[in-house]
């Protein structure tokens, strides 16, 4: 729950901040066009059903107010628990590293008006789509807290709909940069470089 708080403050103060202080509308989801449009909205939408589902177990535990086997419990034990824990801080850390490597070109959804330098610097060396990781960690790590079956289908959901709509997003990008985003997707995982993360593992044998 805190760090659900500590995200929304840190969106909304963002999304306000670039809104009154730099003039730009930092929610871009309701801009983009076709499929990339109709995915967004898609991920939206279980973000806020998961909120919703999440505040309803938080606030009032002694409700049971989903029908079997939505309400199935998995998970439920103390390593599950701090799994899930770690892991949330860790979608949390890359999260705020990504919201500083972007500064002002932080959006929700693909922004076509106000073109910027393509940002290859910070955690964007290790992962393509830190945001969006942080969001498959935190609903994964949501679930092995939780432990329910409902939690576990709106994780898929989530994970689902955001490859795909990473796929959408990285068709524009290259449009946009062209030659530029080519050379950085070849040496910078979508997700994760693990030559990065694990340095060693490419001298082995070079000796």
């Known amino acids: 729950m805190s760090i659900l708080i500590l995200f929304s403050v840190l969106v909304g103060g963002r999304i306000l901040y670039l809104r009154f202080k730099q003039g730009i509308n930092a929610v871009s ?13 898609m991920v939206i939408t279980i973000i806020n059903l998961w909120v919703a589902i999440l505040l309803v177990y938080i606030l009032h535990p002694e409700i049971d107010f989903l029908s079997f086997p939505l ?4 998970l439920n034990s103390l390593p599950c ?3 899930g824990i770690s892991i ?12 500083f490597a972007l500064r002002n070109t932080w959006r929700i959804g693909q922004d ?3 073109k910027s330098d393509l ?6 060396k290790i992962s393509r789509n830190p945001m969006y990781l942080f969001y498959n960690l935190y609903f994964v790590g949501s679930f092995f807290v939780n432990g329910a079956l409902v939690f576990l289908i709106l994780a898929v959901l989530l994970i689902t709909n955001l490859h795909y709509l990473i796929i959408q997003e990285e068709k524009s990008l290259y449009m946009t940069y062209g030659i ?3 050379k950085y997707s070849q040496r910078t995982g979508r997700y994760l470089t693990w030559n ?5 593992k490419s001298t082995i044998g070079e000796d």
Do not use: S
């Open 180 to 182: 530029f985003w080519e």
């Open 112 to 114: 076509y008006k106000h």
């Open 71 to 74: 309400n199935l419990v998995l």
């Open 88 to 99: 949330i801080c860790l979608g949390l850390a890359i999260y705020i590293a990504a919201w």
């Open 196 to 200: 990065r993360l694990l340095p060693m």
């Open 119 to 124: 940002i290859t610097n910070g955690i964007y």
């Open 81 to 83: 628990k701090i799994f």
């Open 29 to 41: 989801v309701v801009r983009n066009k076709g499929i990339q449009r109709i995915l967004g909205i």
